[in-house]
């Protein structure tokens, strides 16, 4: 589906989405106007579904990072998603291998909320047990 150019092309623009279309064709050794349709039928085929700012982790709005590793009753898993959908602080859920059936990525402001946070999620209907791991830097 994607050939070596597409593949470049989103390489660069992961490293910096802001990279402009002349610089990108230069790095391409293609044309603007190449740069810019692949860029178009990217986002039209769903590949690309947005453009995102990248923050220091000392200048995020919610400091405190948390993975919370989850399993779930095999029956309860749509309704454990669907509860943990309804925390704000939850950023992301992942469907893993292995021990655990999902991870859910969690960003507090203070260590308190995130606490309150998981006693929530914890007592959630179809959740077996839980293991949180802290994020303390970011490398």
């Given at each position: 589906m994607l050939d070596s150019k597409d593949k470049q092309l989103l390489s660069l623009l992961r490293k910096n989405a802001r990279t402009s279309i002349v610089t990108l064709a230069k790095k391409l050794c293609v044309s603007r106007a190449t740069v810019q349709n692949r860029i178009s039928k990217l986002e039209k085929n769903g590949i690309i579904l947005g453009y995102t700012v990248k923050l220091k982790p000392d200048a995020e709005l919610h400091p405190v990072r948390l993975f919370v590793n989850i399993s779930v009753e095999a029956k309860s898993e749509s309704d454990v998603i669907n509860s943990l959908h309804q925390y704000p602080e939850v950023v992301a859920i992942h469907h893993t291998s292995g021990h655990w059936d999902l991870i859910a990525e969690v960003r507090a402001?203070?260590?308190?909320?995130?606490?309150?946070?998981?006693?929530?999620?914890?007592?959630?209907?179809?959740?077996?047990?839980?293991?949180?791991?802290?994020?303390?830097?970011?490398i």
């Open positions: 402001e203070t260590l308190p909320q995130l606490n309150a946070l998981l006693g929530g999620i914890r007592l959630s209907k179809g959740i077996i047990k839980t293991e949180s791991n802290l994020l303390l830097d970011t």
